[in-house]
């Protein structure tokens, strides 16, 4: 079982930046697939993005696309999640989730896949 654990969210105007860290821990870390989904109150978590394990293949949901980049650094068991030109309607908490293999594209998206989570971040875009 990985364990992940998030850090960097905060409050930040509209058009700012922030990036979220996601430390991984355990055996199978460097091989696990793992991605950031995001909550608001009272909705379903949604995906925002994900990263395979050889770093190749990334996604991207539509709503993000262009403002925000994930990466990953394996030696350091490390994720990242760049984002810019932050809205309102980022205002969310950030998760980071990952589970042993890979997927594609939309099959990414499936928060069903993920088999460890973390406790997750908190985001706040407001002027």
């Known amino acids: 079982q990985v364990q992940l654990v998030e850090s960097g969210g905060g409050l930040v105007q509209p058009g700012g930046s922030l990036r979220l860290s996601c430390a991984a821990s355990?055996?199978?870390?460097?091989?696990?697939?793992i991605a950031w989904f995001r909550q608001t109150p009272g909705k379903e978590r949604v995906f925002v993005a994900s990263v395979s394990p050889n770093r190749l293949y990334t996604y991207y949901a539509d709503s993000v696309k262009g403002r925000f980049t994930i990466s990953r650094e394996n030696a350091r068991n490390m994720v990242y999640l760049q984002m810019n030109s932050l809205k309102p309607d980022d205002t969310a908490v950030y998760y980071c989730?990952?589970?042993?293999?890979?997927?594609?594209?939309?099959?990414?998206?499936?928060?069903?896949?993920?088999?460890?989570w973390g406790q997750g971040t908190e985001v706040t875009v407001s002027s």
């Open positions: 989730a990952s589970f042993a293999g890979t997927c594609s594209r939309t099959a990414c998206w499936d928060r069903r896949l993920y088999t460890s």
């Open positions: 355990g055996r199978t870390s460097s091989l696990a697939n």
